[in-house]
């Protein structure tokens, strides 16, 4: 909770730093949403591991600091997870993991032309719920459990990478690749690797002016 508290302070002190703007470079707000194409880093006590789809909305503040540059903070509840199979006693699984989180990017941008933009930045996430459902392909028997978020880290940090186009001077379309660089598990078992977030994000906002 500190940590998200740490990006939230980070989002607010932009937002003051906004005020000092200038009226010919006016703080704009909008929303965003779209579709999440997720996944975890490689586990290897799993054989094969697909992308999980979910989606991602919120809104943002776009800030001007210069002609060129902008600085984008945002609140988003964004869905991230995978799709995974494994064998255990001889039998094989299938399991649908889904994470979502409180997601708080902050974006550096730089208007390559009047209307594409190019951005990247840190992103802070807090986890509110974990879970997943576990099937034997064997039998068709499947259990669901509901929320197992104890298990993981409930802070989530990784670095975004993304550009986007806007088609009017409200409407746009927008897409990011974030990739987690911590740890999702609470309690990784020494000599294992590290099991990181990373999605990939394309969607649509909308600036009010």
């Known amino acids: 909770m500190k940590k998200l508290i740490l990006g939230l302070a980070v989002t607010a002190s932009t937002l003051a730093f906004a005020q000092q703007t200038t009226s010919s470079n006016p703080v704009s707000f909008g929303v965003k949403g779209g579709m999440n194409v997720s996944s ?14 979910g989606f991602n909305a919120g809104v943002f503040a776009n800030i001007p600091v210069a002609t060129s540059f902008s600085i984008q903070p945002e609140v ?21 993991t889904k994470l979502d989180y409180i997601a708080v990017p902050v974006m550096f ?14 992103e802070f996430g807090f986890m509110v719920s974990a879970k997943n459902k576990l099937k034997n392909e064997s039998n068709g028997d ?9 298990n993981f880290n409930t802070f989530n940090f990784g670095i975004g990478l993304g550009a986007g186009y806007y088609f009017t001077p409200n409407l746009g379309i927008t897409a990011r690749y974030v990739a987690g660089l911590t740890d ?22 909308y600036k009010f002016k």
Do not use: H, M
């Open 109 to 122: 941008q730089y208007n390559a032309l009047p209307n594409l933009y190019l951005e990247a930045g840190p």
């Open 184 to 205: 999702i598990a609470k309690n990784r078992p020494s000599g294992s690797d590290a099991v990181r977030n990373n999605v990939f994000q394309v969607g649509l906002a």
């Open 142 to 150: 499947s259990t669901t459990s509901d929320n197992y978020k104890d």
């Open 76 to 96: 988003l509840y964004s869905q991230y997870g995978n799709k995974s199979d494994f064998t255990a006693l001889g039998t094989k699984y299938s399991a649908s």
């Open 40 to 53: 975890l880093s490689k586990d290897s006590g799993l054989d094969d591991q697909k992308s999980k789809i």
